[in-house]
């Protein structure tokens, strides 16, 4: 079974007006004391059980783990290291901003063993990225890829978001344009990550730009700009392997796969969640409450065999071979087309889902509505 380890920096240079995440402005002199406490947590939580696996993949996330220094990021890592040791070929991963990306900085990733780094580019367009309160421009993104690629590294991933205020089915074209031809330009572009904007109700881009603002795309050009997505990305060489990822052949995230096919995973730092022995546990999201306490201030829940079958079908169903109808039965002696004969054959209709050799997908209708499919066969 594949075990891989998470580790939350919650450190940036600016809080982006959609963001949601345990990720603080303005805390960076906490940064080496962080640093320390998360190494404590990696020596003191208990994984006596699984001592004897080692890491498939390390994933550094946030926040802005870029941000850190490399003696810092190399104090956890090797921490990390000591504990599991990781197999041949472990993925690990590591967050940033592009502006947050330095020569030096990229040289002692490579030294570190960083070998995938996943840029949050977001927007190519400067104004839809000032709509959305990003602190970088397509200048910056561009730089900082360059950087990145001039310095040696071999396995990138980009994120870009749609649904934003002030994008059009245009503007969208245009950023994947731009995608696509730096990574038909540099084979290092692998990956990429493209989400639609969910809009928390306490974000301060929901004041400024409210659910019902103008300044959205419509129902319908999120859909064209999803469709569009699809499309082109498949122009582009790059294959849909997960509702919100796309990657070259065999360039899939080793880390994500991890969490979509419901295998084991370690975490540490703020608000990192683990899945371990059946149970999942998440370290609050208060950073005074996980410095002063770090074992202490968690929630856990065990996870039962009705929630198992659920996690099944929901990650099976995100990625886009499906859900594998044999293992399902294998694994909890029930099959799913017995069990939820009228809405699959009801949703197999619609166009929405599909079976094929004994997977059960979402279509590519389907995918925009995923959560609503999903909630269909609970
Ligand atoms: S850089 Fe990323 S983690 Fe940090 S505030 Fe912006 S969106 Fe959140």
């Known amino acids: 079974m594949s075990l891989s380890a998470y580790v939350h920096i919650p450190f940036c240079t600016h809080k982006c007006e959609f963001c949601d995440f345990a990720a603080f402005a303005g805390l960076s002199h906490l940064e080496t004391e962080y640093c320390q406490i998360v ?78 780094l996943s840029i949050g580019v977001e927007s190519f367009q400067d104004d839809e990225l000032k709509a959305i309160g990003r602190d970088h421009t397509r200048k910056q993104a561009y730089d900082g890829i360059a950087t990145a690629l001039e310095n040696g590294v071999e396995n990138i991933s980009l994120d870009l978001m749609y649904g934003l205020p002030t994008q059009s089915l245009d503007s969208w074209k245009n950023s994947l344009n731009q995608l696509f031809e730096l990574s038909a330009a540099h084979p290092q572009i692998k990956h990429f990550s493209s989400y639609g904007l969910h809009l928390a109700n306490n974000s301060p881009l929901y004041s400024k730009f409210p659910k019902d603002s103008s300044h959205y795309p419509g129902d319908q050009s999120h859909e064209e700009m999803f469709l569009l997505l699809l499309e082109t990305a498949r122009e582009a060489g790059f294959q849909h392997y997960e509702v919100s990822n796309f990657c070259k052949p065999g360039h899939q995230s080793r880390h994500n796969l991890s969490y979509w096919n419901n295998s084991e995973y370690l975490a540490y730092g703020v608000s990192a969640h683990r899945y371990l022995g059946g149970v999942r546990s998440s370290n609050w999201r208060s950073i005074a409450a996980y410095m002063k306490d770090y074992l202490g201030c968690e929630t856990s829940e065990k996870i039962d065999r009705e929630t198992r079958m659920k996690e099944a079908i929901m990650l099976g169903l995100r990625l886009r071979k499906g859900l594998d109808l044999v293992d399902f039965e294998t694994c909890f002696g029930v099959s799913l087309l017995d069990k939820f004969e009228e809405p699959i054959e009801r949703l197999t209709e619609g166009g929405f889902v599909e079976i094929e050799n004994d997977f059960l997908r979402i279509t590519d209708r389907g995918v925009l509505v995923s959560n609503s499919i999903i909630a269909e066969l609970f």
Do not use: M
């Open 39 to 116: 190494c404590q947590e990696i020596d003191q939580r208990d994984t006596s059980d699984i001592l004897s696996r080692k890491l498939d993949s390390v994933f550094y996330g946030g926040g802005t783990p870029g941000l850190i220094t490399i003696s810092n990021l190399s104090l956890i890592h090797n921490r990390l290291l000591e504990k599991f040791g990781t197999n041949e070929n472990c993925e690990v991963n590591l967050e940033t901003t592009p502006h947050a990306i330095t020569s030096e900085k990229v040289k002692g990733w490579i030294d570190l063993g960083i070998n995938r």
